[in-house]
């Protein structure tokens, strides 16, 4: 019995997400009373023993060139087989695109409960029920899972990353790989630009903003914040901004830190893809934009004036 | 070539969120029902055009749902499709939906299964997932584009900080996201076809759910915002760095 807690790396590094979910495995492993064990597939330059920081106890490190691009099925075959192997009956995956991919297919081959979308630790006072978000965000479901293994993803961002002393044994492990049915021929990085889905602090610009020439002082103030930019999906569909950053319910669902809106007027379906934001900022020079209701912080005013001051603030701050 | 959609029925984006009996139901009091978003308007679209290129091509589509679901079905019809399957049932366990799907599609062995990337009142981005994995085949999640030559597609697919193309031989499952077809609005001779395309109501295959929901909670709301004059951008400054802790 151990909770088996999936690393997801990207070029050779773990992710942020990973240390969440080593957190929230190892605090899982704690209210069971069992171990906390990691499983990295394919080569990692991180100092894996220095995860025991989080709370883990063994990483196994399996090995293969096989798992340089994820291919679901490879990847789930990998896991489960691993947590077969060393006997996991709670299997942790982060809800983001590699555990999207794999989760599911591990819960299925397990014949795992699965929950995803995590918000929670779980709750055994009556059993296996871990909370989760549903409808886009505005609500939460407590699940019960039924089986014996259990496979929960949670979402990024939902966690805190908790750090004490401690260093996991690492351990190679030795199991046949799928061969893969994904050939991947491309892969096109955003370079320079903060990842949407694993920034602390995000700047979102709408149809307030005018045209896109004048993203400059969105751009501005992210940077001063070491934010990722973001939008709303009339800016996207009219081509001002990539589609890559449209937030909102057809576009990513995001849960930073701090999400600050400017020009954004908060319609609901706008709202369901940064719900989850811990605080959110509105500046609009409508008073009576809904987004106001949502928000911790808003400033009714002119953004071409009151951002280029807050960067200013900001980079004061130091 | 055999196409299966995984259709399912959502409430409207602009739906109120609010639960009944004991927080145990979704209240569907006044409640619009559509077809999801991600099923219509990528997995089912992108069906279409498909077809459209290959007009041999044959789309099924499937719901798994009590009768309240065939009205969605018939919508979905209105863009496209050739026929239907509704499995009847009320269960909503991914394993179970996943499972119902799959032995369907064993049934029709198709070269193509589109879903959504999620559902957006679950949210669970699973069935498609464990459907593959009932059925042994490649899974693309979060497609953002589809190309098909023979039987070779060609995907693009979300990853972290940018995205991924690959190619992968049918038979296939794929979950579909923004960027894999536009929206489309049915025509008036798509609608009066809908109504008479075949859609089968099958019951289900025995399988056991492995989750079930004990209860809903509303998000709470905020608080009440704090508003900040807008000449005191320093004060909102102050307040993100020392009451938030967010800079």
Known sequence: MSVLIFLD????????????????????????????????????????AALGKYGVQKVYIVDGAGFQHVDAQVYAAAVSDVATQVGASIVVFSHNQTGKAVAPRVAARLKAGYVSGACALPDFSNGFVVKKTVFSGKAFANVQIHTPIVVIALNPNSYQIQEADGVAIVAPLSIAVAPASIQVTKVNKVSGEIPLAEADIVVSGGRGLKGPENWGIIEDLASSLHAATACSRPVADAHWRPHHEHVGQTGFQIAPNLYIAIGISGAIQHLAGVNRSKVIVVINKDPEAPFFKAADYGIVGDAFEIVPQLTAAIKKLG | MKILVCISKTPDTTSKIAFKNGNTQFEDAGVQWIINPYDEWYALIRAIELKEKNPTATIHLISVGGADVDPILRKAFALGGDEGYRVDTDNSDSYYIASQIAAIATQNQYDLIFTGKETIDYNGSSIGGTLAELLNLPFISL?????????????????????????????????????????????????????????????????????????????????????????????????????????
């Open chain 1, 9 to 48: 790396q990207a070029d050779g590094q773990i992710k942020k997400s990973a240390y969440e979910l080593l957190s929230y495995g190892s605090s899982i492993a704690k209210q069971k009373g069992i171990a906390a064990e990691a499983v990295v597939l394919g080569n990692v330059s991180t100092d894996l």
């Open chain 2, 143 to 247: 497609a953002t584009k589809f190309e098909l030559e023979g039987q070779t597609a060609t995907v693009t697919r979300e990853i972290d900080g940018g995205e991924e193309v690959a190619t992968v031989q049918l038979p296939l499952v794929v979950s579909c996201a923004k960027g894999v077809a536009e929206q489309r609005i049915p025509n008036m001779r798509g609608i009066m076809a809908a109504r008479t395309k075949p859609l089968k109501v099958v019951a289900p295959v025995a399988v056991e759910a492995l989750t079930s929901v004990v209860n809903y909670e509303l998000r709470p709301t905020k608080t009440g915002v704090k508003m900040v004059a807008a000449d005191n951008v320093a004060e909102l400054v102050r307040l993100l760095h020392e009451e938030a802790k967010v800079i």
